[in-house]
């Protein structure tokens, strides 16, 4: 198995009223392609942090970063750019969808930005959506929609582009824990299903436990 993740002496500090904080003090983290990593740690641990430097969404860190053998900590905005649109699926606490859109065209949407034909998206929404439980509700907009099913319409657009690797944090920590074990089932089965690579960050042992393998944060570095 191939890496699709390498991150080797990651760190990242803010400055706040004049104190330096280290938040990551040289993380190295290996993920497998079709793996799916647990990344626990209790809440301000940085795993937030890991995400999103990971996620290449924001700079300010030091160390590597490589994400299909590429090197992409020093890459300029386009390159960055190009392996969230390319390599990258996110999936959040809170959803994020759309208001105006209904559930298909939510998952349609960012395949368009990345090129598909519309044909094709909307298969590939109704698709994905269809596997979520979600068939008789693709025309609903997320107002519409309970906390659950908002989430797996999040889950969809996460693999709409079919990425190597989706990050997620705490993608189920906004939902009841019955609500909880299902969404995160159906999500892990997704991720399978679609080759794709998985780091979750969460508190929450018991659903980190149905991962492949478990890595904790602890003071800045990985355990």
Do not use: C, W
């Amino acid at each position: 198995m191939s890496d699709i993740l390498q991150v080797t002496g990651l760190k990242r500090s803010f400055q706040q009223g004049g104190v330096t904080i280290h938040v990551l003090r040289g993380v190295d983290l290996i993920v497998g392609r079709g793996e799916i990593v647990a990344l626990l740690g209790p809440s301000g641990s940085g795993k937030s942090t890991l995400l999103q430097a990971v996620g290449l969404l924001e700079g300010g860190f030091e160390g590597s970063i490589r994400i299909g053998g590429e090197e992409a900590a020093q890459l300029g905005s386009d390159g960055r750019t190009r392996i969230r649109r390319d390599a990258l699926g996110f999936v959040y606490q809170f959803h994020h969808l759309l208001p105006d859109f209904n559930a298909a065209e939510n998952v349609i949407l960012p395949q368009l930005i990345h090129g598909a034909e519309t044909a094709d998206a909307r298969e590939r929404a109704e698709s994905l959506l269809t596997s979520l439980g979600l068939g008789e509700r693709l025309s609903h907009r997320p107002s519409k929609l309970s906390g659950g099913e908002q989430q797996r319409v999040a889950v969809a657009r996460a693999l709409a582009n079919r990425p190597s690797l989706v990050l997620a944090d705490e993608p189920t920590g906004n939902l009841d824990e019955a609500t909880a074990d299902v969404v995160f089932m159906e999500f892990v089965k997704l991720v399978r299903d679609e080759g794709s690579a998985a780091l979750v960050a969460t508190h929450n042992e018991r659903i980190a436990a149905k991962m492949d393998r478990v890595v904790r944060l602890h003071d800045g570095v990985l355990e």
